[in-house]
Each structure stands twice: as C-alpha cells, then as structure tokens.
C-alpha cells in the first residue's frame, strides 16, 4: 500500500472512533451491544486474523520449493 492509503486509512478509522464514542447510542439485547466501538474492535480483529490466516495457508499450501520441478 502506498503512503496515501495509510493515512487516509487512519484518517477513516479516527472519524468512526470519534462518531462511535460521540454520536451513537448504543441499543441492543445483548451485553456487547453496551460496549463502546465494540464493533469497529471486532472487525479490525477479524481482519488481522484473516491476513495472517490466509498468509500462512498461502506459505504452507501455494508456495513451492524452487526445486520443485527438478525433482
């Protein structure tokens, strides 16, 4: 990603921080519903687990020795 992506990337997770803490009301049945940004936590959580997750399997499963065909 080139440098522009990371800050506009920052800029956009700053605005929903401050939205979330500022301008939403918080309503739902369930215990995490009450927890502030819980959401915007759980994606960003979930997408570095997914990253990670799909490097590994790209390394174990995709990628092949060098040697591979001169075996």
């Known amino acids: 990603m080139k440098k522009w992506h ?3 990337l920052g800029i956009l ?3 929903s921080l401050i939205v979330e803490f500022t301008m939403v009301e ?3 049945d369930y215990w ?3 927890i502030p940004a819980f959401y915007i936590i759980l994606g960003f ?3 570095v ?5 799909s490097k590994w ?3 174990l499963i995709i990628l ?3 040697d591979y065909y001169d075996r």
């Open 6 to 8: 990371w800050i506009l």
């Open 26 to 28: 918080h309503h739902g």
């Open 64 to 66: 092949s020795d060098e």
């Open 32 to 34: 995490w519903s009450h």
């Open 57 to 59: 399997l790209g390394k």
């Open 45 to 47: 959580v979930g997408s």
């Open 13 to 15: 997770a700053v605005i």
């Open 49 to 53: 687990i997914v990253i990670f997750l």
